[in-house]
C-alpha cells in the first residue's frame, strides 16, 4: 500500500520563521512596456529567499562552471485576478464569462516585446534560450553558475540543510529596472528542485523508462462490501469484534455509494467532457492496463491521450526521483477518474521529473492549450515553507485557468497537520492556494447493494497484535490522514467567508485560507481496487490489482463526479469554490462527522509486500482518529463541505447559483 508521497517535496525541514502572506488578489498586474533604461539601477524582486538561506549554515560555493537552468517567470498584465474573481462568482454579472486562450493572451499575457525584452537580457549575459510556452508565463534560460550570478546580481552558495547541502542565492535577484513590472519571479536559482522526497531514490539513475514498479499484494482476508466477514479470531476493539478491511471500492460500489449510478447508466457520464492529470513521468503500460481493468469491471474503454510538454524537462541537472512510484499514480489517477466518468476524454499531462517548476509547467501547459476543462493533481509539497518564487509561479497558473474555466483540484495530503513530517502545524501546498479546490479525504463504507454506509473524516490509528494484544490499545498512534487546517501564507478568500469557523480562519491571527474545500474516499483502508502492470519477485511483469489511498484517490474522484457536474449544467463550472461553497449545508453534499460510536478494522499485511513467506503483519485500524484536525458538524479541517452526494449535488450544481 502506498502513500500519497508522489512529488511531496520535503520543504518544511526547518522552523515556521515569519510567513509571508499573500493575500487573493495580490499577485501579477503588470502593464509597463520594457524600454532600455540603462542609466537606472537593477530592481530586486519582491518575495523573500528560501527559508535555508542562513549565513550561518554556509556550506560553501557554487563551482561557477555548473549547468543551472533557471525560469523566469513573468506577470500577466492587467488585472487578472480580479477577473477571475469575476468569472468565478456565481453574484458577479460577469459569471462565466470565460476566455479562450487567444482571449486570455490578448488581454493579460505579456506582450511579445515585453518577452523580446527578457529575451535581449538574458542572451546579453551568455544565456541559452529554452521554452516560452504560448501565453509566455515564464521565458526558460540555461547556463553557467557564473552567468547566472552575473545577470540575476546574486551569490550563489549552499546551505546545510537537514544533513544536505541546498543551493540558494544570498540576495533576492536583481532584474533590469526597465523590467521590474514585467517579470514576478525566478526559480532555479535555488535548490528547491533538488529537495528529497520520501520516495526518492538518492543517486538512483532511474529514468522514464523504468521498468514496471514492484508488485503490491494484498493479504487477506477481505471483504467485498462493509462488514461481510468479522475478525472473530483476534482481540475485540472498543467492546466488540471488529469486522476485516474491506479489499477496495471496485468503480460500481464507487459509483452506486456516491449516488451517480443512475445518472450514468442513463447517460450523465461524462460524455463531451475533458479532465486533465498531471503527474511526473509516464507509465509505459498505463494504456493497457487502464483498459484490462475497465474490461474486468463492466467499463467502457479509457479515452486517453498521454502528453510530454515541452520546457524545463531538458535542464541538465540530475533528477534524482523514482519514476516507478509515479506509475502507480498515474494509473490510479486514470482508473479513478473513469470510474466516476466512464464516457469522459482523459488527457495525461506528465514531465520527467517531478520538480516544482515541472509540475507547474505541465499545468501551464495544459492552460495555454485549454486540453480540458478540469485538472486534477495528486502531489504537492509538505507544508508550505517553500520558497516565494514557486508559490508566486503556480498562483499565475492558477488564476488564468480561472479566467478560462478551468477548475483546478489538488489533493490536500496525507500526514494530517504535518507536525510528524515538519515540525510545525501547517497546510499543504499547492493545496493551500485559494485558486484551486483542496480535496480532503475520508473514510467510505459501502453495504452489500452498493448504499452509502457512513463516512468519517480520514485520519488512522494504528494498534499491533502482539502478545495477544492490541499496542498500543485503540484507537493507538496516528499513522497518517487527511491534510488540512490554514494556511500561513495565504489570506482568506472571499468565498470561505461565513463559512470557514472564525477560530479556524484566525488561527495564526490575520484571517487565512482554510483547507480542504470538500472530501472524497481516503482512507488506504477504505480504499480504491487499482489495476496496474508490475513486477514481481520471481521476476515475471503481470498485470494484478491491490488496494490504494491517500487524497491522491480523493481528488480524481471528485474530478471525475465535477466531469458529470459539467456534463449535467451544459457548461464547466471552472473555478468552482464560489459556487461548492453556496451549498454548504444544503444536502447536496455529505455533511462528514465523527462516527457516533468507535470504529475499527483489523487488517493483514504481507511483510515483503507479496507473500506469506516472509510474514505477515497483523493490525488494527482505527478510523477518524486525527492528529490535530477533527472532524465535526459543517465545514471542518479533515473533509471541508463534505463529500457529493449524488444526484442532489449534480442538481444543485446545475443551477447559477446566487
Known sequence: MRKHVRGRRRTALLGAGAALLILPGALGAANATAAAAPSRPPVRLHGGLPHWVDPGHRHGGVPAAQKLSVNVYLAWRGDADGYAQAVSDPSSPSYGAYLSPAQFDARFAPTDAQVAAVVRWLRGYGLSIGEIPSNHHYVEALGTAAQLQAAFGVTLSTYDVDGRALRAPAQAPAVPAALASVVSSVAGLDGADDLVHPNAIVGDSATPDAPPAPASVNAGPCSTYWGQLTA??????????????????????????????????????????????????????????????????????????????????????????????????????????????????????????????????????????????????????????????????????????????????????????????????QADFPASSPWVTAVGGTSLAVGRQGQYLFETGWGTGLSTLSGGAWTPPPPGDFLYGAGGGTSRLFGEPWYQQGVVPAGIASAYGTPGRAVPDVAADADPDTGFLEGQTQTFPDGSVRYGEYRIGGTSLASPLFAGVMALADQAAGRPHGFANPRLYQLAGSGATHDVTPPASPIAVARDDFANGTDPSDGITTTLRSFDVDSSLPTTTGWDQDTGIGSPNGTSFLSALAQRGH
Not at 364 to 383: C, F, P, W
Open 232 to 425: 472473530t479470531d483476534l482481540p475485540p476493539a472498543f467492546g466488540h469484534a471488529v469486522p476485516w478491511i474491506p479489499c477496495g471500492w471496485s468503480p460500481s460500489k464507487l459509483e452506486s455509494a456516491y449516488g451517480v449510478d443512475g445518472a450514468i447508466a442513463h447517460g450523465l457520464d461524462g460524455r463531451g467532457q475533458t479532465v486533465a492529470i498531471v503527474d511526473a513521468f509516464a507509465s509505459p503500460t498505463i494504456a493497457s492496463d487502464a483498459n484490462t481493468y475497465s474490461a474486468r469491471h463492466g467499463l467502457p474503454p479509457v479515452p486517453l491521450k498521454q502528453v510530454v510538454p515541452p520546457g524545463v524537462y531538458r535542464a541538465p541537472e540530475t533528477d534524482t526521483s523514482d519514476p516507478q512510484g509515479w506509475y502507480g499514480e498515474e494509473t490510479l489517477d486514470v482508473e479513478a477518474v473513469h470510474a466516476m466518468a466512464p464516457r469522459a476524454q482523459i488527457v495525461y499531462v506528465g514531465g520527467v521529473d517531478d520538480s516544482d517548476r515541472s509540475l507547474d509547467a505541465a499545468v501551464n501547459h495544459v492552460v495555454a492549450g485549454h486540453l480540458a476543462q478540469i485538472v486534477t493533481n495528486s502531489y504537492g509539497d509538505e507544508g508550505e515553507l517553500l520558497p516565494p518564487d514557486v508559490a508566486a509561479s503556480y498562483q499565475e497558473t492558477f488564476v488564468a485557468a480561472a479566467i478560462e474555466g478551468i477548475g483546478v483540484y489538488f489533493s490536500s495530503g496525507d500526514e494530517g497537520d504535518e507536525v510528524a513530517e515538519t515540525g510545525t502545524r
